[in-house]
């Protein structure tokens, strides 16, 4: 392939890479680059399946950081093992010294891109904040926190409909109703849990903590490798910017900052550079959706519910996924769903007799400040030549079936 003139070394490197093999799958286009890897389509040489492969960029293959967020990125999406979180189904070094992940091939576009033309319709927007508040509250009963969520890290994937819809409508001088089928539906899959933040056995989830990193101060939380930043301002949680730890409450913070945008088109808060944008979440409050996009549906119980998530205090948002995920069935508009909008948990009829089942363990509580998390894999760098070895003990480390620990939310392994 000749190279362009106007393409830079890197861009040559990972081109020279298409209609090679690396493990088992033979690379073809490049479907984008990050700061620290190239996401290539693959195919598998022997049965012709499509995966998304991302490689390393050769600059970090040697060095010990960027290879463990390869590896924690790895592990986080297949321990979690959920159906709105992208599978992870390889980890492994080419003979060339390559890094790569092997991950499912998805379809579909990411949410910035949906989002390039403006907002989007108010129960669009609740139907992909629910199936990311679903994912996430299976990451954080795993003790895992994503720490960078942005709508670049959002898969939508719209699909036919299968649900049907009430729409509120005038009729005569009150209201009725009337029904129709949805045509189309957006799947989510939440992507990149390179940075996430896995809680240490010894570690208290104690939410109300004020305890910050050695070093802090606004600025600290712009951590770098190189030119990567482990976070992104505009969807960051004050706390975050001032260097305090990640918890369940920073992630409710970023969600809310995507809702915000999914319904006005614009991100709550914004400066000129990242840093100034980093002292507006610290100081700056954020103007109501409302008054943001005064033409747009934006329910009341919505409004609430995006300000709570915002709120610069973490003891005034939403002390959990579950809590901000069930707080979302209050902020339907003229159009709902005839049933709860996550179609992938069953709905629970008030008043409707159990079905007799074994007894089922009891959930686990995020806001619990005294629950116990599982232990975390060792801090050491994990050579590439061991990585069976080291995928092994993680999941060891880990699995709470196999080390006691907290039991898991019995909603989180319904398919």
Same mark, same amino acid.
């Given at each position: 392939?000749?190279?362009?003139?106007?393409?830079?070394?890197?861009?040559?490197?990972?081109?020279?890479?298409?209609?090679?093999?690396?493990?088992?799958?033979?690379?073809?286009?490049?479907?984008?680059?990050?700061?620290?890897?190239?996401?290539?389509?693959?195919?598998?040489?022997?049965?012709?399946?499509?995966?998304?492969?991302?490689?390393?960029?050769?600059?970090?293959?040697?060095?010990?950081?960027?290879?463990?967020?390869?590896?924690?990125?790895?592990?986080?999406?297949?321990?979690?093992?959920?159906?709105?979180?992208?599978?992870?189904?390889?980890?492994?070094?080419?003979?060339?010294?390559?890094?790569?992940?092997?991950?499912?091939?998805?379809?579909?576009?990411?949410?910035?891109?949906?989002?390039?033309?403006?907002?989007?319709?108010?129960?669009?927007?609740?139907?992909?904040?629910?199936?990311?508040?679903?994912?996430?509250?299976?990451?954080?009963?795993?003790? +895992?926190?994503?720490?960078?969520?942005?709508?670049?890290?959002? +898969?939508?994937?719209?699909?036919?409909?299968?649900?049907?819809?009430?729409?509120?409508?005038?009729?005569?001088?009150?209201?009725?109703?009337?029904?129709?089928?949805?045509?189309?539906?957006?799947?989510?899959?939440?992507?990149?849990?390179?940075?996430?933040?896995?809680?240490?056995?010894?570690?208290?989830?104690?939410?109300?903590?004020?305890?910050?990193?050695?070093?802090?101060?606004?600025?600290?939380?712009?951590?770098?490798?190189?030119?990567?930043?482990?976070?992104?301002?505009?969807?960051?949680?004050?706390?975050?910017?001032?260097?305090?730890?990640?918890?369940?409450?920073?992630?409710?913070?970023?969600?809310?900052?995507?809702?915000?945008?999914?319904?006005?088109?614009?991100?709550?808060?914004?400066?000129?550079?990242?840093?100034?944008?980093?002292?507006?979440?610290?100081?700056?409050?954020?103007?109501?959706?409302?008054?943001?996009?005064?033409?747009?549906? +934006?329910?009341?119980?919505?409004?609430?519910?995006?300000?709570?998530?915002?709120?610069?205090?973490?003891?005034?948002?939403?002390?959990?996924?579950?809590?901000?995920?069930?707080?979302?069935?209050?902020?339907?508009?003229?159009?709902?769903?005839?049933?709860?909008?996550?179609?992938?948990?069953?709905?629970?009829?008030?008043?409707?007799?159990?079905?007799?089942?074994?007894?089922?363990?009891?959930?686990?509580?995020?806001?619990?400040?005294?629950?116990?998390?599982?232990?975390?894999?060792?801090?050491?760098?994990?050579?590439?030549?061991?990585?069976?070895?080291?995928?092994?003990?993680?999941?060891?480390?880990?699995?709470?079936?196999?080390?006691?620990?907290?039991?898991?939310?019995?909603?989180?392994?319904?398919?």
């Amino acid at each position: 392939m000749r190279a362009s003139a106007t393409m830079s070394r890197d861009d040559v490197e990972a081109e020279a890479r298409v209609g090679t093999v690396i493990g088992s799958y033979r690379l073809g286009a490049v479907l984008g680059r990050g700061g620290m890897g190239t996401v290539y389509r693959g195919e598998h040489v022997y049965i012709g399946k499509q995966a998304a492969i991302k490689i390393l960029h050769p600059q970090f293959a040697g060095e010990d950081e960027p290879v463990k967020r390869f590896l924690r990125e790895a592990w986080a999406a297949s321990t979690i093992n959920h159906p709105n979180i992208i599978d992870v189904v390889d980890f492994g070094e080419h003979t060339d010294g390559s890094v790569f992940l092997v991950m499912e091939y998805l379809r579909g576009q990411s949410l910035d891109r949906v989002l390039a033309s403006g907002g989007i319709p108010l129960l669009r927007a609740i139907s992909i904040t629910s199936q990311m508040t679903h994912a996430l509250a299976a990451a954080h009963a795993r003790g +895992i926190f994503h720490r960078d969520l942005k709508p670049e890290n959002v +898969i939508v994937d719209v699909r036919p409909g299968r649900r049907q819809l009430i729409r509120d409508a005038p009729v005569g001088s009150g209201r009725g109703a009337t029904t129709e089928i949805e045509a189309e539906f957006d799947f989510v899959k939440l992507l990149d849990f390179g940075v996430a933040k896995v809680l240490q056995q010894a570690q208290e989830l104690d939410l109300d903590d004020p305890s910050t990193s050695p070093l802090p101060g606004v600025f600290d939380a712009l951590s770098t490798h190189g030119d990567v930043i482990f976070g992104t301002p505009e969807y960051m949680a004050p706390e975050v910017a001032r260097g305090s730890v990640a918890n369940p409450r920073t992630d409710v913070y970023a969600v809310g900052a995507m809702l915000y945008e999914m319904l006005t088109g614009v991100v709550p808060l914004q400066g000129a550079t990242p840093m100034d944008t980093l002292l507006r979440q610290v100081t700056d409050s954020v103007v109501p959706p409302t008054v943001r996009a005064p033409n747009a549906e +934006i329910t009341p119980a919505c409004e609430r519910l995006i300000m709570k998530a915002l709120a610069k205090d973490p003891a005034e948002r939403h002390q959990s996924m579950p809590e901000m995920h069930d707080a979302l069935y209050s902020c339907y508009g003229v159009l709902r769903y005839h049933r709860k909008l996550d179609f992938l948990v069953p709905p629970v009829r008030p008043g409707a007799s159990p079905v007799p089942s074994a007894p089922k363990a009891a959930p686990v509580l995020l806001t619990n400040p005294k629950r116990k998390v599982p232990a975390a894999a060792s801090q050491s760098p994990v050579p590439l030549t061991r990585v069976k070895e080291a995928l092994a003990s993680l999941d060891a480390d880990y699995d709470p079936s196999i080390r006691g620990g907290p039991a898991r939310n019995p909603r989180d392994d319904k398919p």
